[in-house]
């Protein structure tokens, strides 16, 4: 899974790397930027990691169809869009 502590740091919201996508171009109020930093296209998903703009890691996967669509390359910066957020207090964190 992947966090991001927003400004308040009682509050997390955790996103399964399947759930995540990648564009080219900001596409809504929930999308954030980020640098590709590893690709692994080995198998069926494509999986990528990525830093955040506030230097928090995120991984992604995605389909092999999905990364022939968008041509990524490593220190490329895309936006990723959570599909699906889990959102925490901290005191319910392990």
């Not at 996508?21 to 929930?30: D, V, Y």
């Amino acid at each position: 899974m992947t966090a991001r502590q927003l400004r308040n740091p009682a509050i997390w919201f955790f996103v399964r790397p399947h759930l995540l996508e990648i564009t080219r171009q900001p596409n809504g109020a929930n999308d954030f930027r980020a640098t590709i930093k590893h690709i692994n296209s080995a198998g069926p998903l494509v999986k990528v990691e990525a830093v955040t703009e506030w230097g928090a890691t995120v991984h992604i996967e995605m389909s092999q169809e999905r990364f022939r669509e968008l041509r990524l390359g490593t220190r490329e910066t895309v936006f990723v869009t959570p599909k699906d957020l889990a959102v925490f207090r901290s005191e319910s964190l392990p």
